[in-house]
Structures are given as structure tokens and as C-alpha cells.
């Protein structure tokens, strides 16, 4: 219900809205790509042995969905363009565009 609120009221606004695969986001490392394997719950760390990125895991998670959904809108990641606000709820992404002085963390 809340997913199909959403994509209406985007639609409405006039918002791009897409679906983003919400598949692997944990095991996928936010920095480099590299599949980390799968963790049990219990672990609340995502450390990556390929390039030492660590960070919570759902921190990561949340990554790995902005970056999946900035490919689908093909944002730039340049500093001081317009890039897109994103936002990724359970496997959708959302754009509107916002004059941004860059992606933190990128």
C-alpha cells in the first residue's frame, strides 16, 4: 500500500519514480563493488577485505540502493552540477532534481 501511495503521489508531482532491485545490498561493498558474501544478522559491520571500507551494514545497504538507483536515472556525480535527490524505500527510487555540491561520501 505505502509503495503504491508513493509511486501515485510521484506521478501526481510530477517525480521520476523507478524501481531499484533491492537484491544483494548487503553483501555488495558500497565502495568497490565487491561481493562480500552473506553475514549472519547478528553482524551490524559491513567490513570489505578487498578495500578495508567499513561502515555499519545497513549504512552499506543504503549505498548500495542510492548507487543502483542513481544508474537508473543516470545521475552525475560531478561537483557543483544539478544531481538528483534520490530516494530508495524498499526497492524504488525516487528523483527530483536539486542543485547539489556534490554526493557526500563519493
Known amino acids: 500500500m505505502f509503495l503504491s501511495t ?4 510521484c506521478r501526481k508531482r510530477g517525480v521520476f519514480f523507478a524501481r ?3 537484491k544483494g545490498t548487503s553483501q555488495t561493498c558500497p565502495q568497490c563493488g565487491v561481493h562480500t558474501g552473506k553475514k549472519d544478522l ?3 559491520v559491513h567490513e570489505c ?3 578495508g571500507y567499513t561502515t555499519d551494514r545497513d549504512v552499506a545497504a543504503a549505498q548500495v540502493l542510492l ?3 542513481l544508474g537508473v536515472v543516470g ?3 560531478a561537483v557543483g552540477r544539478t544531481a538528483p535527490t534520490l530516494v530508495a524505500a524498499a526497492g524504488y527510487a525516487v528523483k527530483k532534481p536539486v542543485e547539489a555540491t556534490g554526493i557526500p561520501g563519493q
Open 6 to 9: 508513493l509511486e501515485w503521489t
Open 20 to 22: 531499484v532491485d533491492p
Open 42 to 44: 547478528s553482524v551490524r
Open 49 to 51: 577485505l578487498a578495500c
Open 67 to 69: 548507487q543502483r538507483g
Open 75 to 77: 545521475a552525475t556525480r
